[in-house]
């Protein structure tokens, strides 16, 4: 069993760990060069950076290739200070280039110590508490922490001579992943689970799993091959569910709660009436105190949610479950502990598919944690810029990738549900007449720009769908925020208004066809980013979308589907060289230092005359967009400004631009 103090000077008991728990990390010590006394007297030097684990020695070992002690194979050495002989032994896990290739074994250093002490029965020599303190089998040293053991036992050999040097070192050592203190090997009674003979079914259940990204499951597999311990599922705490056992008082043989009184705390409730030892015939029992490991239970949350154990109806239809949703460094424990408690209790995988998170990370990079004190409060954050707002920022996250916390990419969400509310509020302008009632929606004569946004709104809904059946839901809000913005808002309303605020030049069915494509298109975008910003979403869409027959919440609604009869090639290549055109004209207007509102007196578009037919249907709705009085074509003579193989002539008007 594998313990870590829990700070406090060592004055706390010493608490239970799980291989899960222990993370490797690099410290600086000293490797100390020892000598040990042969049967005969010699000297024998060994090497190690624990000699506070001197008197917890119980043998010493060599390779059995190592020509410079073969004549010690089987003979026993003094241990200093302590004056006690120990086996000598050979391993061929012993490295000969390390130290002097001489190698003290202890109960316990390090898990070789404990593999060692296993297979050859060594001796146990446990030279520390519960509190982390040398006991009274280390003599004059009883009563030290580890610590200052170590210094007290490194002085009491160089005063004997026994200590040669003392060089530093660096070397990997086990600290507990939270606290981060130095982990020990100590031997008491524990609950365990067996793992170690099911590895290779683990690895198939894990082959058997969809993960999302995929190199994620080279960390379950690294880790099911790696596993060296049982899992200890019993810790001692004060808090937890209890093992329902109790202990003959008599013989100590264990009495397992029946069924049917579960769940029983055996440290409050006797075992039931009539009760015997089936052992020793005893009646007196004592309760287990210990309680499970938190990954125990929460392992078991599948099994808990289907209820399996009550034999539920609902266990056969929704298990195994769809998806499993956690961050990286937990597929060791509750990915892990999950897919082995499934596979022994129901012979199935928990889910079908993992989705892999990582962490957020405050702005220098640090993963955020309550120890450290560098999180966000997102209350805060909440209160400044909105729930949804910071919703926005979390789902910026690559997939199995950290995010780094930005306020700047949280206020950029606040400024997309501003805009978001302001295009929605302008399309509803067009939805409804004078006195406010709601406007027929009927599907009219749609343009080339109609066809192009109503394609380009397929498109993405077609594009963002994959990247969710993929879990890829940065790349999914990606697409829809920029068809939003760069494609609805600054070029699809620019241009569909002036149908409206000039409906002499357009025909009804082009006015019935930019209402249609508007609540069409408006409602679908509020579809697609609903699971982003849910609440906002939500209220658009009761104030705007619901009255035209909705369900009771935009969340209970269909996801858009990609209409593959609105994909239209021709339309889009139409509307990129639309845009194109326009962005030309803006830019030019930039460069001329006037407002994008000022209007042009004309605007010439040189292009062979193939392009001018095609460019006919769109002169309408280029013009008005434009701001420009006159739109028209030319053979040349101005100079241009040159988009997409386009040439565009220009001249400002004199008048103000309009309100």
């Known amino acids: 069993m594998l313990l870590a103090d829990g700070g406090l000077e060592l004055l706390l008991k010493f608490l239970v760990l799980q291989q899960a728990d222990v993370e490797i990390e690099e410290q600086s010590s000293t490797l100390n060069d020892i000598i040990f006394k042969g049967a005969d007297g010699s000297d024998l030097l060994i090497a190690t950076s624990r000699p506070e684990l001197i008197p917890a020695c119980v043998a010493l070992y060599v390779h059995p290739d190592d020509e410079r002690y073969q004549r010690l194979v089987g003979k026993t050495a003094v241990v200093p200070l302590f004056n006690y002989a120990v086996p000598i032994k050979t391993s061929p896990y012993v490295d000969i280039s390390f130290g002097t290739g001489l190698m003290m074994v202890c109960t316990w250093g390090d898990n070789d110590d404990v593999q060692k002490w296993k297979e050859d029965h060594l001796d146990t020599r446990v030279v520390f ?64 689970i067996k793992v170690l003979g099911h590895k290779d079914e683990y690895l198939a259940r894990g082959a058997e799993l969809a993960w999302f990204p995929p190199h994620m499951k080279v960390r379950f597999d690294d880790w099911v091959g790696g596993l060296k311990w049982d899992w200890c599922i019993s810790r001692q705490r004060y808090y937890g569910v209890p093992f329902p056992v109790w202990y003959c008082a008599a013989c100590n043989e264990p009495f397992i709660a029946p069924r049917e009184i579960l769940p029983v705390d055996p440290t409050q409730t006797p075992p039931p009436a009539g009760g015997k030892c089936a052992k020793c015939g005893g009646e007196t029992f004592v309760g287990e105190p210990d309680v499970m490991d938190t990954w125990m239970t929460s392992s078991l949350t599948p099994l808990i949610n289907s209820r399996w154990a009550f034999g539920d109806p609902l266990h056969d239809k929704i298990y195994p479950m769809d998806i499993r949703v956690q961050a990286f460094e937990i597929i060791r424990t509750w990915l892990f502990y999950t897919v082995a408690k499934s596979h022994h209790h129901t012979n199935t995988l928990p889910w079908r598919h993992v989705m892999i998170s990582g962490w957020g990370l405050d702005e220098k990079g640090k993963k955020m944690s309550k120890r450290l004190g560098n999180f966000v409060d997102p209350m805060d954050v909440i209160n400044k810029y909105s729930a949804d707002a910071l919703r926005y920022w979390s789902a910026g996250a690559t997939l199995g990738n950290d995010l780094r916390y930005s306020e700047r990419d949280v206020s950029d969400g606040k400024r997309l549900m501003t805009k978001l509310w302001n295009a929605i509020r302008f399309v509803t302008t067009y939805l409804i007449d004078e006195q406010g009632e709601r406007l027929a929606l009927r599907p009219g004569e749609p343009t080339v720009v109609d066809r192009w946004i109503r394609s380009r709104f397929a498109q993405t809904v077609k594009y963002a769908t994959q990247c969710l059946d993929q879990y890829e839901y940065s790349l999914a809000l990606k697409s829809v925020e920029r068809f939003f913005f760069a494609e609805f808002c600054d070029n699809y309303l620019e241009i569909v208004k002036d149908r409206f605020w000039n409906p002499a030049r357009f025909t009804p069915g082009h006015i019935d066809a930019a209402r249609h494509t508007l609540f069409a298109i408006g409602y679908g975008i509020i579809k697609l980013f609903a699971p982003f910003i849910p609440y906002l979403t939500e209220d658009i869409y009761q104030r705007v979308f619901k009255p035209y027959g909705g369900p009771v919440s935009v969340h209970v609604d269909a996801w858009p589907e990609a209409d593959e009869n609105a994909i239209d090639a021709r339309a889009e290549d139409l509307g990129k060289l639309l845009v194109a055109i326009l962005t030309g004209a803006r830019r030019w207007k930039t460069e001329q230092a006037v407002h994008q509102g000022h209007p042009l007196a004309e605007l010439l578009v040189t292009c062979p005359p193939k392009l001018q037919a095609e460019l006919e249907p769109v002169l309408e709705d280029l013009r008005a967009a434009a701001r420009s009085d006159k739109i028209g074509f030319a053979d040349g003579g101005t100079v241009p400004t040159e988009v997409e193989g386009v040439m565009l002539a220009m001249v400002l008007g004199e008048k103000k631009p309009k309100a």
């Not at 009274?136 to 005063?159: S, T, V």
Request: aromatic residues 6%; glycine residues 10%.
């Open 129 to 192: 508490d519960e509190h982390g303190r040398l006991n009274e089998l280390a003599g004059q040293f009883a009563g030290l922490n580890m610590k200052d053991g170590r210094k007290a036992i490194l002085a009491a050999l160089k005063e004997i001579g026994q200590l040669i040097k003392s060089a530093p070192l660096q070397h990997n050592v086990g600290v507990h992943e939270r606290c981060g203190h130095t982990v020990e090997f100590k031997q008491s009674p524990q609950w365990f």
